[in-house]
C-alpha cells in the first residue's frame, strides 16, 4: 500500500500567520488517466474528517480561499495565507489514486 | 448535498463479527466508489476497504485481509462491510465514505472486548 508521509506532525502557529504542511508519497500519485487523485482533510476533535482540497488544488464547496493546495507526483503542500482560531484541529492527506486508499500519519494544528 | 448513516457498531467479544450497515442518500450512490475507514481512539483515519461503482472489483488494506468483506447493494442505497475474527486492537469508530472522501457519515463504533 502507498504511504503518505506528513511533516510537521505537530505545527504551532499565530493567528493571522501563514501555515504550510507536506505530504510526500511512497510512489507517484498520476493514475493511468493522467489525473492525480490526491485530497487533504481536516478533522476537530468528536468530528468526522473534512475534505478541503480534492485532486492536489481544487477547493471544496464553502472552504475559504485562505486554504490552497499544490504539488505533483510525489510531493504536495497545503498552505494556508493566515491561520485563524477555527483552523485548529489535525489535518491528514489522503490518496486514492492506488487503493486502498491511504493516509498521511495527520498534523495537529496548534494555534 | 448527499449523506450516509452508518449502523451496526457495538460492543463485541475477541474472535466475534459484525456486519456494518451504510444507508446512502442525497447523491448518485449508484455512481460512486464507496470506502469504509476506521480511527482507533487517539489515531489517524484508516482507509480499510474500497469497492467499485457495481461491486465488482474490492481493495483491502493488508493488515485486515482475510477478515473483510465489503458489498453494496445499489437497488437499496447500502453499504455494507463484515469483519470477522475481531480483536482489541480493531477497536474503533468506522466511517463510510465516498471514494474521495466528499461525504462521510458520523461514524459507528466498535469496540471488541471481553
Known amino acids: 500500500d502507498v504511504v503518505l508521509t506528513q511533516s510537521p506532525l505537530s505545527l504551532p502557529v499565530t493567528l493571522g500567520q501563514p501555515a504550510s504542511i507536506s505530504c510526500r508519497s511512497s510512489?507517484?500519485?498520476?493514475?493511468?488517466?493522467?489525473?492525480?487523485?490526491f485530497h487533504w482533510f481536516h478533522q476537530r476533535p468528536g468530528q468526522s474528517p473534512r475534505r478541503l482540497i480534492y485532486k492536489i488544488s481544487n477547493r471544496d464547496s464553502g472552504v475559504p480561499d485562505r486554504f490552497s493546495g499544490s504539488g505533483s507526483g510525489t510531493d504536495f503542500t497545503l498552505k494556508i495565507s493566515r491561520v485563524e482560531a477555527e483552523d485548529a484541529g489535525v489535518y491528514y492527506c489522503?490518496?486514492?489514486?492506488?487503493?486502498?486508499?491511504?493516509f498521511g500519519q495527520g498534523t495537529k494544528l496548534e494555534i | 448535498e448527499g449523506q450516509l448513516v452508518e449502523s451496526g457498531g457495538g460492543l463485541v467479544q475477541p474472535g466475534g463479527s459484525l456486519r456494518l450497515s451504510c444507508a446512502a442518500s442525497g447523491f448518485m450512490f449508484s455512481n460512486s466508489y464507496m470506502a469504509w475507514v476506521r480511527q482507533a481512539p487517539g489515531k489517524g483515519p484508516e482507509c480499510v476497504a474500497n469497492i467499485n461503482e457495481d461491486g465488482s472489483q474490492t481493495f483491502y488494506v493488508d493488515s485486515m485481509k482475510g477478515r473483510l468483506t465489503i458489498s453494496r447493494d445499489n437497488a437499496k442505497n447500502f453499504l455494507y462491510l463484515e469483519i470477522s475474527s475481531l480483536r482489541a486492537d480493531d477497536t474503533a469508530v468506522f466511517y463510510c465514505t465516498t471514494g474521495w472522501g466528499k461525504i462521510w457519515g458520523q461514524g459507528t463504533m466498535v469496540t471488541v472486548s471481553s
Open positions: 510512489q507517484s500519485l498520476v493514475s493511468s488517466d493522467g489525473n492525480t487523485f
Open positions: 489522503m490518496q486514492s489514486t492506488h487503493l486502498p486508499s491511504t
